[in-house]
């Protein structure tokens, strides 16, 4: 059906019925002959309380400090006289005596050239500003945090100029906000750290990352060299383009002159144990006689101790992963290289304390093959395995020492110092299990113990 063949009053009615702005209709009487469900949600007030009354009189009448509102000051009802549509903000009385904001809009009905009445629209502010003084209170919150935080923070623009600085990133490099705004990061970065820090920052403008860690060095304004920690993420705009990027800096120039100071210390402590071993391994052999029993097992230990200090003394004390320590272990028995032994396992990084530990053990292990098991003829095999005991969590390794085609084992008589390093000092020192078997067919060693 066309629309001019539609009822035009009946749509519009159903228009305003359903319509989420308050709307009112006065007459020149300035009494309500209409109000939409919308203006009895807004005013808490029902149709038959407004319609019939003059609207001034029910939800306008009284000012928020308690003083009557007179209809002459009512911009509303001004309208009627102005014959001109009227836009603006008030104060409306609600239903239950609250007052709140509203932003209206009365607009003149005009028939043949003359005043009959007026439509007006009205919208509650109440949301809308509590919207608004929450994001100004969250503005000001951001803006105190920025300020006073206990790290130095920066916008960064893209050729590296800063845009905004808080006073902790001026207290670091030296220099007020006024002369710090005027440099980029580029100007006061040293020489040596640049190129990596714009790589990173080139990359980031790019997309290709969202932001990046680096320890660098900063000149302050007396030429002081500085050490910190930076931390860069971008701000993105609504395209996806960076706008500029937030960097936090920690000073940390005293963590590393702490840390530089320590490593001078474990490095002259390191040389110094490294000497003592060797110094107590010159004295066994030159002090004992040549057939002092036991002899030749302690300066084998003592070296094979002072090979496990190598490993870690190469990776400053940190540990070591465990492919490296059992290959060190094996290495004077013929290592991987020969063929009769066979190694595998996941990488894994153990502490000093276990790497010590499970270095002493494999070399008693192979000291005692080489002289009795399986490495004491031409066919024996070793097997050396391990292996996390859970896939999820891999908190937990087991290592597995298998000897095959050597001599027929048999129990030993007594417990030796080999046996009882392995069997009870690596269990302690490595906080966890360990058992040996004496096969027939070869000695079988395990243990179990938590990665660190």
């Not at 190129?195 to 997309?207: H, I, N, R, V, W």
């Not at 609504?238 to 002159?257: L, N, Q, R, Y």
Request: hydrophobic letters at 40%; charged letters at 25%; aromatic letters at 6%.
């Amino acid at each position: 059906m066309p629309l001019h063949e539609h009822n035009i009053a009946a749509s519009f009615k159903a228009i305003c019925e359903n319509a989420t702005a308050a709307l009112f209709v006065i007459d020149a009487r300035q009494q309500c002959i209409y109000a939409n469900p919308a203006a009895e949600l807004l005013t808490g007030f029902k149709s038959g309380d407004l319609i019939g009354h003059r609207l001034h009189d029910v939800v306008h009448h009284t000012r928020p400090d308690g003083r009557q509102y007179p209809m002459s000051e009512c911009p509303l009802d001004n309208g009627l006289a102005t014959n001109m549509r009227e836009q603006g903000e008030e104060i409306f009385v609600h239903a239950d005596g609250s007052f709140y904001p509203v932003a209206y809009t009365a607009s003149p009905i005009i028939e043949e050239g003359q005043l009959v009445g007026k439509v007006i629209e009205v919208r509650g502010l109440a949301k809308k500003r509590a919207i608004a003084l929450e994001r100004e209170r969250e503005k000001a919150l951001l803006a105190k945090t920025f300020d006073n935080a206990a790290v130095g923070i920066a916008h960064v623009g893209h050729d590296g100029s800063w845009l905004r600085i808080n006073e902790k990133l001026c207290e670091i490099v030296g220099y007020k906000r006024e002369e710090l705004l005027t440099l980029t990061f580029q100007d006061i970065t040293h020489p040596d750290d640049l190129s990596d820090d714009l790589e990173l920052f080139e990359q980031m403008k790019a997309g290709e990352i969202e932001g990046y860690k680096l320890e660098k060095r900063y000149y302050r304004k007396d030429g002081a060299l500085i050490w910190v920690r930076l931390t860069t993420s971008s701000l993105k705009n609504s395209s996806g383009k960076m706008e500029f990027c937030i960097s936090v800096v920690e000073d940390i120039t005293s963590a590393k002159e702490h840390q530089q100071h320590l490593d001078i210390m474990a490095g002259e402590l390191q040389h110094r144990v490294k000497n003592t071993l060797a110094t107590v391994q010159a004295i066994a052999r030159m002090s004992l006689p040549d057939d002092t029993v036991g002899k030749e097992a302690f300066v084998t230990r003592i070296l094979a101790l002072s090979r496990s200090h190598d490993l870690l003394l190469a990776n400053n004390w940190s540990g070591s992963d465990i492919s490296d320590i059992v290959e060190q272990a094996i290495h004077p028995f013929g290592g991987t290289d020969s063929s009769r032994i066979n190694v595998s396992g996941p990488d894994c990084r153990l502490s000093a304390r276990t790497s010590l530990a499970l270095s002493m053990a494999i070399n008693e292990l192979g000291t005692n093959a080489a002289k009795y098991g399986a490495l004491s003829n031409e066919q024996g095999m070793i097997n050396i395995d391990w292996n996390f005991t859970s896939a999820t969590a891999q908190s937990e390794l087991e290592l597995r020492w298998q000897e095959s085609g050597g001599p027929q084992v048999s129990p030993p008589n007594r417990k030796g110092f080999g046996t009882t390093l392995i069997e009870r000092a690596l269990a302690a020192q490595m906080r966890g299990e360990t058992a040996i078997e004496y096969l027939p067919s070869g000695v079988t060693f395990t243990c179990s113990f938590p990665v660190e």
